[in-house]
């Protein structure tokens, strides 16, 4: 459990309360498109990690033009560390899996276990509107629950932003923006889907949720992030300095890939993030990373009623489902895993652990916008928890890799 520091005894009231009161939001509050029935029988993870295939895949991620890559599994209580390749090409460096780095949206699930907490201390309903908090803030269709699973509509400014990727990032490596800046940028355009009809990726959702967190706690991310989650799990790596442009500690650069083929890799290390803030803007290990989702699947940052919640699955793709500021893939062994994938300038991270949360693995290579490398990173899944069984770990060829390219990155922008 929770180690159980003075003033941070949130989380664990909410463990508690929830074994004490019934759900607040019953089934019937789910959304149109739960999971699939069969996702229910799939198997649990039990084959031995391969960790021969992690290294082919962390490889292969080297081949296709990652500077570095590491990863690091933790299987009731076994730790497994792996890396290749540098995390600075200036000194040569090597990459180590406890390096840290940015996150990119595997932020979204802090800022979603935030509000699930509040759910839990009843000061926040899924279901209703968020103009209910935040007064005539966005269309008045959108609940709580849409922002959550990406069924706002609410567009992505970030497709204007990063249209062209390094001029986009060098406009904006230096900028504070305010929440209500990034709101701004989306509501000039109109919504993408009807609210609550389908999934549409969008920062801009948990840049709202950033908003929600604010109004209803009284205070910035930093601090919710801080006291609900950091602390309580001795996340010692772990930091949100928005708007500081500074990872501290031991940390691996990022390397940002631009869009001419053939042009040298942009040291993209140091930015605000503030274009990302609470979609995007931790700074983390591979160590907290697992440590934070197997508390998650394991129960102990939300009541079991909340944690289900975030379990009502949107359709993503054929394998992939999107819940409440969590991911859930399908594997080839028919293991599903759940957590989260990030992009941020010069970073790919995969973090997910499997149910109940007993192993979870945290991938990261140091460079973005390659679509090839992004493609070999669910490779390391398979490798955490397939084991050998797992399909296509095995060799180095990036075109073994599942047709999903680019994921949902802004869809609607080439991303290479
Ligand atoms: C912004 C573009 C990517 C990055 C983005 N990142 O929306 C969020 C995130 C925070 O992590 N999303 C991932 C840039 C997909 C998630 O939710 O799983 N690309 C790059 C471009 C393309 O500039 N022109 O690749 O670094």
Redesign the pocket.
Known sequence: MISGKAGRGTALGAVLLSLLTVPVHSATAAPASPEPSAAGSRAAATAAPDLEALRTALKAALANGAPGAMARIDDNGTAHKVAEGVADRATGRAISASDRFRV??VS?TFTAVVLLQLVDEGKLNLDAPVNSYLPGLIDQRITVRHLLSHRSGLY?Y?NDM????VP??EAVRNRVFSYRELLDLSLAKPLTVTPGTSYA?S?TNFVVAGMLIEKITGRGVATEYRERIIDPLDLDDTSYVHPSTAISGRHTKGY?TP?EAGAPLVDSSYQTASW?QS??AVISSTRDLNTFLSALMGGRLTSAAQLAQMQQWTPVNSTQGYGLGL?RRDLSCGVSVYG???????YYTFAFAAKGGGRAVTSVANT??NGTVLNVLPRTLEATFCGAAGSGTRTAAPAAAPAERF????PS?P?D
């Not at 989260?340 to 010069?346: D, I, K, P």
Request: charged share 25%; aromatic share 8%; no cysteine.
């Open positions: 990119g949206s979204k992505d970030t990063f249209a062209r990727t986009g990032f990726y920062n940002l869009d990302a979609a995007g991911r989260h994938t990030g992009t941020v300038q010069g973005s916008n994921e949902d990155i802004a922008i991303r």
